[in-house]
C-alpha cells in the first residue's frame, strides 16, 4: 500500500495505471515545481491495480479535520441536493481496503447526509399499503380460500380472514428510510456522538415514530423514489447506500477491522461548501454562488448597498503566511472585470468603455481550529476583511478555521 498525504509529490515516473485514478494527478502545482505525480486535494483509498493500493490522507497542520461537523454545516445552505453527493464517491463494487485511519469517516459522512436530506423532510408521503390479516370483523374484502384453511377448517368461526388495502405513512419508502435511521443510530452512539448530529437524527426519528422498519433484504432494491419529491428521492439513494455499507446487518455499523471501500473525498469541494455554509448562516442571500460570468465561475458574491466583493475559496493553508500566487491573482482580477459579474453586484449601465470600479477580492484560506466557529457570524464582511494583501489594490484573505476533534462542541 502506497501512503501519501495530500499535492505530497509522487517519486516514480510516468505509468498509465495512475491516469484513470481520481488521488493521483500528473501536474505542476506551481510554478517552480517540476512536472510530475502528486497527490491532487483529495483523500481516500482506491486500487492501482489487483494487488496495490494507495492511500492519501489529510496534509500537514489538517490532521485532526472534524469531517462530520464540516459536512453538517454544509448543509445549513440552501444548495441543492444534488450538489452534495459530488462531494464523495464510494466504490462498492471493488474489494475493501484496510485502512484504519478511515475507519470511521465513510460511514459518518454517508449518515451525516442521508441525516441532513430526512431533515429537509416536512411530511410524510401516504400511500396504500395492502394488508392481510385475520379479524374479527369484516375489513375490505373475505380470503375464501385462507379463510377457509386457518378459520372454517380450525373451526374458528370468530374470525375472517381479510385482504385490504390501508391509507397510511407505513408505505414501503417509510419504512426502508425508518430501518437506516435505526442503522444511523447504532452507528452514532456506538462512535459516542451525542451533539447536534444526534439532535438530527433525534428529530428524524421522532418524525418517522408511527412508521416501522420491516424491509426485506429483497425489497431494497425494488422501492423507488419518486421525481416530483427531491428530498424523498435522495433519502431513499442513501439509506440503500447505509444498509450496503453495513451488509444489511446492524451489528456491522461497529467495524473494528479498519476496512473501507474504495472512496474519494474532495477536500476542495467539501471546504467550499463548508465556507458557503458558514457565510449563508451569517449573510443568507446577500451571497450568490457560483454565478456564471464570462471569465468563469467566481465561488461566491457578496451583494449588499454599502459593499460589494468577490469571495474564492483556496484549500492552500500556506496563504496564512506566503503571498498569493499570480495566476490566482489572474483569476480574481478576470471575475473583477467581468461585465456581468458587475452587474450581478449591482453595479448599473456599466458597458465595455465604462469606467471599471475597485471591486474588493478576498481569499478564504483554511487553518486548523483556534476556537472560533464562525467568524462571519454577528460581523460585517466589510470588518472581516482586515487582512490586505501587501502589494496588490483591494486584495484581502480571510482565514476560515476548520473544527476539529479537539474543540469542544
Partial sequence: MIQKQEHEQFPFEYDERYNDLQLIQWCKPTESSMWGYYASYKIGAEWIDEKESIVVTTKRKMENIDFLKMFMTCFSSNLELES??????????????????????????????????????????????????????VKGHISLLKNERKNILGKRYDRIYCDYDEYSIDIPENRLIKKALLFSKHLLYSCNLYDAICQVLNRNLALFENVSCDVEIREVNQIKGHKLFNDYQEAIRLAKIILRHFDYNIAKANNTEGTVPPFVVDMSLLYEHYVYGLLYEAYGNKIAYQYKGITGYPDFLYISENFQAILDTKYIPKYEDETLDTNVVRQLSGYSRDLFVLRKLGYKNIGEDSFIPSVPCVIVYPIEGNGIFNPFKGNRLIDVCNKMVKGLSHFYKIEIPLPTVYITK
Fill in 84 to 137: 452534495f453527493s459530488k462531494i464523495y464517491s464510494i466504490d462498492y463494487d471493488k474489494p475493501v481496503i484496510k485502512v484504519p485511519a478511515f475507519r470511521s469517516i465513510v460511514s459518518l459522512l454517508i449518515v451525516a447526509h442521508f441525516l441532513s436530506v430526512v431533515d429537509r423532510i416536512k411530511s410524510l408521503k401516504r400511500g396504500y399499503v395492502h394488508y392481510n390479516e385475520n379479524l374479527k370483523k
